[in-house]
C-alpha cells in the first residue's frame, strides 16, 4: 500500500521531491521538527510539488489511501501546527517550490502569488512594482504568505493593516478531496454566499491547501519614521498608545512594547545590538509613523507627539531613529527578542490578547500571581500592544533546568495564565494559532457553542480528516 502511495507521488512530482527515510542520505529534520524544538515528528515522506495540478493530485492519491496530509511552508509556526506526529503515516506537503509571483495590478492594487512565496519576496516583488506589502514579522525572511495565511499571521503593522485576513482579496485552495477552488478574484466586494475565503484563513491547513492567493497592495509612504521611548509603567504605554492614535490618526504603523528582562535578554545575548534606554526604565515603546506627505512632516507631528507624552509623564526619555539604518537597527532589537529567549533557554509562549484598556491590570496581577505560584520565573514581556497582543513568555528561573522547568510547571503555568486571559476576557492565541501545541486547552476556553460549529466544519469539508489532524481540534 505504502510503497503503491509513493510511486504515485513520485510519478506526480517527480522522483527528486518525494523526500522518505528509505534514503539514508536524507535528512527530513528540517521539515519533522517545529522552529522551537518542541517536537520531532516522523513523517512517511515529504512531498513538494510543483504546481496547483500537482498538489491536487498528490491530496487525491493520498485521500484514496487514507494518507493524512501536513500541509508545511517555511516552518517557522510557534505553535507546531506544520509538523507531522510520530507515526511515520503522515505526509508533509511542502509548499516552498510554489513560490511564483503570477500577477501584479497596480490599478487594482494587488498582487497575485503562490503559497510558498516567502514573505520576505513577496514585500521586494511589492516594492518593485512601486507599492508597500505590509505583512511584516521577524520570521520574514523564511515563512511563506501560504503559512501566514494559514495562521492569520499578525506582526508589526497590524494597528494599521490589520492581520493577514485583511490583506487578503482571492485565494486558490486544493480541498480535501482534491478539487480546485478557483477563488482568485481581486474583488473588494463579493456578497454571494458564505464566506470561503475567510474560513480558509486561519485554519491552519486543517480544511484545505492554500495553493496561491491575491493580496492587497498600498500606495509606499513618503517618509517612515520610527521612534523608541522609555516608559515608566505599563498604564503609561497604554497612555501613550492613546496619544498616539489621537495624533497621528493612521499615521501610526507600528507600536510595540518590550519589558526590561526582555531587553536585557537581547542586551546579554546580542551585545552588538546596542539597546537604547533600557537600564533606566521598566518598559520600552517602540513607534513607527508613517507619512504621506513629506519626512518633515513625520518628523514634526512625531516630535509633538513625544513633547505632549513627556508633559504627559507617559515617557520619560526617547530617541527618534536619525536615518533608515538606525530605524532598522532599532526594529532589529525588537524582532532580536525571540532569538535573545532561545539563547537563554526553554521557556514557555503565551500569544495572547487581551483589550487594550485592561492590559495593565492583567499584567500586574498575573505576574504577581505567577511570582508567587513559581518562584523565581522571569517574565519576558513583550508584542503588539497597539492590537492589544502581548508575548507573555515565561522563562525558567535563572540557573534552573529548561526541560524539568517544562516538565515540572508548562501545565500550571499555562493554566494560570490562560484563566486569567478568560476573566479579563481574553484570547489564549492572537496570531499564532492552535496548532498542536494548543489544541487540547483551547476547548477549554473557547465557547463551547463556537467549538461545535467548528467540528461541524471540519466534518463537512473534510469528512475524514485527512487535512492536519489533531491540530486546532482534536
Ligand atoms: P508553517 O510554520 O510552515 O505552517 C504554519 C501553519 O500553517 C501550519 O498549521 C501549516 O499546516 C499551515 N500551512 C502552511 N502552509 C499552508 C498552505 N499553503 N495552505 C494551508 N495551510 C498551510 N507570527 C505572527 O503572527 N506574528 C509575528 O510577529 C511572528 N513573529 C515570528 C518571529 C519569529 C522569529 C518566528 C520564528 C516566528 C514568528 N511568527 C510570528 C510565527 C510564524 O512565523 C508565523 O506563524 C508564519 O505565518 C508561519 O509561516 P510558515 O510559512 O513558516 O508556516
Ligand atoms: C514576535 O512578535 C513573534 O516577535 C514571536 O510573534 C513572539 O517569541 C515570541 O513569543
Ligand atoms: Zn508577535
Given at each position: 500500500?505504502?510503497?503503491?502511495?509513493?510511486?504515485?507521488?513520485?510519478?506526480?512530482?517527480?522522483?527528486?521531491?518525494?523526500?522518505?527515510?528509505?534514503?539514508?542520505?536524507?535528512?527530513?529534520?528540517?521539515?519533522?521538527?517545529?522552529?522551537?524544538?518542541?517536537?520531532?515528528?516522523?513523517?512517511?515522506?515529504?512531498?513538494?510539488?510543483?504546481?496547483?495540478?500537482?498538489?491536487?493530485?498528490?491530496?487525491?492519491?493520498?485521500?484514496?489511501?487514507?494518507?493524512?496530509?501536513?500541509?508545511?511552508?517555511?516552518?517557522?509556526?510557534?505553535?507546531?501546527?506544520?509538523?507531522?506526529?510520530?507515526?511515520?503515516?503522515?505526509?508533509?506537503?511542502?509548499?516552498?517550490?510554489?513560490?511564483?509571483v503570477?500577477a501584479v495590478d497596480?490599478?487594482?492594487l494587488t498582487i497575485t502569488v503562490?503559497?510558498?512565496c516567502?514573505l520576505?519576496?513577496l514585500q521586494?516583488a511589492a516594492?518593485?512594482?512601486?507599492f508597500?506589502f505590509p505583512l511584516?514579522?521577524?520570521?520574514?525572511?523564511?515563512?511563506?504568505i501560504?503559512?501566514n495565511l494559514?495562521?492569520?499571521?499578525?506582526?508589526?503593522?497590524?494597528?494599521?493593516y490589520?492581520?493577514t485576513r485583511e490583506l487578503c482579496l482571492g485565494l486558490?485552495?486544493?480541498?480535501?478531496?482534491?478539487?480546485?477552488?478557483?477563488?482568485l478574484?481581486g474583488?473588494?466586494?463579493?456578497?454571494?454566499?458564505?464566506?470561503?475565503?475567510?474560513?480558509?484563513?486561519?485554519?491552519?491547513?486543517?480544511?484545505?491547501?492554500?495553493?496561491a492567493a491575491t493580496m492587497k497592495l498600498y500606495?509606499?509612504?513618503?517618509?517612515?519614521?520610527?521612534?523608541?521611548?522609555?516608559?515608566?509603567?505599563?498604564?503609561?504605554?497604554?497612555?501613550?498608545?492613546?496619544?498616539?492614535?489621537?495624533?497621528?490618526?493612521?499615521?501610526?504603523?507600528?507600536?510595540?512594547?518590550?519589558?526590561?528582562?526582555?531587553?536585557?535578554?537581547?542586551?546579554?545575548?546580542?551585545?552588538?545590538?546596542?539597546?537604547?534606554?533600557?537600564?533606566?526604565?521598566?518598559?520600552?515603546?517602540?513607534?513607527?509613523?508613517?507619512?504621506?506627505?513629506?519626512?518633515?512632516?513625520?518628523?514634526?507631528?512625531?516630535?509633538?507627539?513625544?513633547?505632549?507624552?513627556?508633559?504627559?509623564?507617559?515617557?520619560?526619555?526617547?530617541?527618534?531613529?536619525?536615518?533608515?539604518?538606525?530605524?532598522?537597527?532599532?526594529?532589529?532589537?525588537?524582532?532580536?527578542?525571540?532569538?535573545?529567549?532561545?539563547?537563554?533557554?526553554?521557556?514557555?509562549?503565551?500569544?495572547?490578547?487581551?483589550?487594550?484598556?485592561?492590559?495593565?491590570?492583567?499584567?500586574?496581577?498575573?505576574?504577581?500571581?505567577?511570582?508567587?505560584?513559581?518562584?523565581?520565573?522571569?517574565?519576558?514581556?513583550?508584542?503588539?500592544?497597539?492590537?492589544?497582543?502581548?508575548?507573555?513568555?515565561?522563562?525558567?528561573?535563572?540557573?534552573?533546568?529548561?526541560?524539568?522547568?517544562?516538565?515540572?510547571?508548562?501545565?500550571?503555568?499555562?493554566?494560570?495564565?490562560?484563566?486569567?486571559?478568560?476573566?479579563?476576557?481574553?484570547?489564549?492565541?492572537?496570531?499564532?494559532?492552535?496548532?498542536?501545541?494548543?489544541?487540547?486547552?483551547?476547548?477549554?476556553?473557547?465557547?463551547?457553542?463556537?467549538?461545535?460549529?467548528?467540528?461541524?466544519?471540519?466534518?463537512?469539508?473534510?469528512?475524514?480528516?485527512?487535512?492536519?489532524?489533531?491540530?486546532?481540534?482534536?
Open positions: 500500500m505504502t510503497q503503491n502511495l509513493l510511486h504515485q507521488l513520485r510519478q506526480i512530482c517527480g522522483d527528486a521531491h518525494v523526500l522518505t527515510h528509505d534514503d539514508p542520505a536524507t535528512d527530513l529534520s528540517p521539515w519533522e521538527q517545529d522552529w522551537r524544538k518542541r517536537v520531532r515528528g516522523r513523517a512517511l515522506a515529504v512531498v513538494r510539488p510543483g504546481n496547483t495540478q500537482e498538489v491536487a493530485a498528490v491530496v487525491k492519491a493520498c485521500a484514496a489511501q487514507h494518507t493524512p496530509i501536513v500541509p508545511q511552508g517555511g516552518n517557522t509556526g510557534l505553535v507546531v501546527g506544520g509538523v507531522p506526529d510520530g507515526s511515520g503515516t503522515q505526509v508533509v506537503l511542502s509548499m516552498t517550490r510554489m513560490n511564483a503570477r497596480p490599478a487594482n503562490e503559497a510558498g516567502v520576505q519576496n521586494a516594492a518593485q512594482a512601486g508597500l511584516s514579522l521577524g520570521a520574514e525572511g523564511s515563512c511563506t501560504g503559512g494559514g495562521t492569520n499571521a499578525g506582526g508589526t503593522q497590524v494597528v494599521r490589520g492581520n486558490e485552495v486544493v480541498t480535501a478531496q482534491g478539487q480546485i477552488w478557483h477563488g478574484t474583488l473588494r466586494k463579493d456578497n454571494t454566499g458564505y464566506d470561503l475565503r475567510n474560513l480558509m484563513i486561519g485554519s491552519e491547513g486543517t480544511l484545505g491547501i492554500i495553493t500606495p509606499l509612504p513618503a517618509a517612515q519614521l520610527t521612534a523608541w521611548a522609555a516608559v515608566p509603567s505599563m498604564e503609561a504605554a497604554v497612555q501613550l498608545l492613546g496619544l498616539a492614535h489621537q495624533r497621528l490618526g493612521p499615521g501610526l504603523t507600528g507600536f510595540e512594547v518590550m519589558n526590561q528582562f526582555a531587553l536585557s535578554l537581547v542586551d546579554k545575548h546580542f551585545p552588538q545590538l546596542r539597546v537604547p534606554l533600557w537600564q533606566e526604565t521598566p518598559w520600552c515603546v517602540l513607534l513607527e509613523n508613517s507619512d504621506s506627505e513629506s519626512e518633515t512632516h513625520a518628523r514634526g507631528q512625531f516630535e509633538a507627539l513625544l513633547e505632549a507624552a513627556l508633559e504627559a509623564g507617559c515617557v520619560s526619555d526617547a530617541v527618534v531613529a536619525e536615518s533608515l539604518a538606525q530605524a532598522r537597527g532599532l526594529w532589529h532589537i525588537r524582532e532580536s527578542i525571540t532569538l535573545a529567549q532561545v539563547e537563554e533557554g526553554l521557556n514557555i509562549k503565551h500569544d495572547i490578547s487581551i483589550p487594550v484598556s485592561l492590559i495593565p491590570a492583567f499584567v500586574a496581577e498575573t505576574d504577581a500571581l505567577l511570582a508567587r505560584e513559581v518562584p523565581g520565573v522571569r517574565m519576558v514581556d513583550f508584542g503588539h500592544l497597539g492590537d492589544g497582543n502581548l508575548h507573555y513568555n515565561v522563562q525558567a528561573p535563572e540557573g534552573a533546568d529548561g526541560h524539568a522547568f517544562l516538565r515540572d510547571f508548562e501545565d500550571q503555568v499555562n493554566t494560570l495564565v490562560f484563566d486569567q486571559v478568560k476573566r479579563f476576557d481574553g484570547s489564549i492565541s492572537a496570531e499564532h494559532g492552535v496548532g498542536g501545541l494548543k489544541v487540547g486547552k483551547l476547548p477549554l476556553y473557547k465557547d463551547p457553542t463556537a467549538m461545535a460549529m467548528m467540528r461541524l466544519v471540519k466534518q463537512a469539508l473534510d469528512p475524514h480528516n485527512l487535512l492536519n489532524p489533531h491540530k486546532v481540534i482534536a
